[in-house]
């Protein structure tokens, strides 16, 4: 008895740490949760499947019968379709249905086909106004006339039709022909130095960047300011993509863009003010903001006077978003074009010489443009086959009943394709030909279907400036096919389309520049 308690004394007097170790020191496991963390992850787990869910279940409702997925992309949609967008792409979704569906990082979206639809999605602004793409505000400002609806958009567009009169106009061609001289100047030195085929994409820009601010600003901005405002406007077109980062964090192409924003808006409004020093000073206008605040004083005007030099510098800024890319890629694939065509080249050139009585250095007036109708319908034709702009996304304000059985819902955004509309075979025959002659008959299904011709829209938000976008392709092409011959440089890229805002060709259209030889 004394022996078996000694032993079981000593047994619990000595401390073991070999047998059942676990149930002495804590040992941490992975898997191991306690019940409150392990509610929480459930829950956690839970809201974010019902909010997929509904996210699905929305997403259906407003899909309702259209073409379109069955099912979006959690969160993103079709964000990664969107970062490289194809023509084909959009052609694939604009021959789905008339009306049919698409849903980026949960903009729902509904894009409209037919010219019907196109029309009445542009007319109607009551049920939807432009917001040109999701980020558009943050980059040209919410307050930015173009956003502008109603009376007040009505009576803007009535003060800025004055810009563009005949006689504006005229101011301005002597201004554009100077300076394309001195682009092509340059463009046929750089050609005689390096002979080699070079992109015009950027050159062409920068032509085109030359030609507004002088045309928009004439002496009132600096060189140093035009220049800055030139190197640092790509930054706006990339960020115009119809798709983008919404946010404008530091680093992403919005915040980049409203940097630039901020840069151009202070050197227009510095612009803005000289001009109404000049103009108060009794100097001739020289620029389009000289000839609107001369046009202000003149009696019979009977619109508003009180424009700030921030409101004047906003208005020019968004020329410059309308004019610059849009301008850029009609000029490009106008080039492109006339190389491709060499019967449609010839008779041009025969046209400037007949105008121009064989001086090619005669500057062009208003009066010589009109005087050549076939350059005229060779841009309309070359704009029509490749329009700058196939679509313009709209944003409901309000529920928009578009058809009999769809609704759009309200703060969708709605985009009217163009492109459908330009290439409709019934009006253009052969729509992907480029035939200048189908707009010299007044006869043709061309000319009498208008409303078809969709390049610079429709509606209270067509293009304002389109007369002077047309004439400024227009005088381009004339000096250039007087001054200059081309080479376009074929790539397997040649025919597809880069679409950055508006379409350019992918190689960036590769060109030889040499000076006519005159007989």
């Known amino acids: ?41 459930y829950t956690t787990v839970a809201i974010v499947l019902a909010l997929l869910a509904l996210e699905q279940s929305v997403y259906r409702y407003k899909k309702r019968h259209l073409p379109g997925d069955k099912w979006t992309i959690p969160i993103i949609g079709k964000f990664v379709d969107s970062m490289h967008p194809t023509m084909e792409g959009y052609m694939k979704q604009w021959n789905s249905g008339a009306l049919s569906v698409i849903s980026v990082f949960n903009i729902f979206i509904v894009m409209a086909s037919t010219n019907d639809y196109a029309r009445k999605i542009l007319n109607s602004p009551t049920h939807a106004e432009p917001c040109l793409v999701h980020s558009a505000k943050q980059i040209l400002r919410p307050d930015n006339w173009v956003f502008l609806t109603g009376k007040v958009h009505v ?34 030195e750089d050609a005689a130095a390096d002979p080699s085929p070079k992109p015009i994409m950027m050159t062409c820009r920068d032509l085109n960047m030359d030609t507004s601010l002088r045309v928009f600003c004439g ?3 600096e060189e140093e300011a035009a220049l800055e405002i030139g190197e640092k406007y790509w930054d706006i077109t990339t960020a115009l993509e119809l798709v983008n980062f919404p946010l404008a964090l ?13 840069i151009a808006l202070k050197h227009l409004e510095n612009a803005a003010a000289l001009s109404k020093k000049s103009m108060a000073a009794g100097n001739e206008p020289e620029c389009m903001l000289d000839h609107w605040v001369r046009s202000m004083d003149d009696p019979a ?11 004047m510098a906003m208005v020019v800024f968004s020329f410059l978003f309308a004019s610059q890319d849009a301008m850029s890629s009609g000029l490009i694939y106008g080039f492109q074009h006339l190389s491709e065509h060499p019967d449609i080249h010839a008779k041009i050139i025969a046209e400037q010489d007949r105008v121009r009585g064989g001086d090619s250095e005669r500057p062009i007036t208003l009066d010589m443009l009109d005087e050549m109708p076939y350059l005229r319908a060779f841009v309309r034709e070359s704009m029509r086959v490749k329009p700058p702009v196939t679509m313009v996304p709209y944003k409901t304000t309000k529920a928009f009943p578009i058809s009999d059985d769809y609704t759009v819902p309200a703060n969708s955004m709605v985009i009217p394709s ?28 061309a000319n009498k279907n208008p409303k078809n011709y969709l ?34 440089i074929r790539t397997e890229k040649s025919n597809e389309v880069e ?20 007989a």
Not at 3 to 20: C, G, H, V, Y
Not at 464 to 487: F, K, Q, S
Not at 505 to 517: G, I, S, W
Request: net charge positive; aromatic share 12%.
């Open 1 to 41: 008895m004394a022996s078996a308690l000694r032993e079981r004394s000593a047994s619990a007097s000595i401390p073991s740490f070999t047998a059942d170790a676990t149930g002495h020191i804590p040992v941490p496991s992975f898997f191991a949760v306690s019940a409150g963390t392990a509610t929480w992850l």
């Open 155 to 188: 009576e803007y567009r009535k003060v800025l039709n004055s810009l563009f009169t005949r006689k504006a106009l005229g101011i301005y061609v002597n201004v554009q022909d100077t300076i394309t001289r001195k682009h092509f100047k340059r463009w046929l």
């Open 219 to 221: 002496p009132h901005i």
């Open 250 to 262: 530091p680093g992403t192409k919005v915040y980049r863009a409203v940097q630039c924003r901020k």
């Open 301 to 311: 005007y009977k619109g508003r006077k009180d424009f700030s030099d921030l409101e």
């Open 418 to 445: 163009f492109y459908n509309s330009l290439h409709d075979p019934e009006i253009y025959p052969e729509p992907d030909t480029l035939l200048p002659e189908r707009w010299l008959d007044p006869e043709s299904s």
């Open 455 to 488: 390049v610079f829209g429709a509606g209270p938000h067509k293009c304002i400036g389109l007369e002077y976008a047309m004439m400024n392709i227009a005088l381009v092409l004339a000096d250039a096919c007087a001054l200059m011959e081309w080479e376009h």
């Open 499 to 518: 679409i950055i805002a508006t379409l350019f060709p992918k190689d960036y259209c590769l060109m030889k520049f040499r000076p006519r030889a005159h």
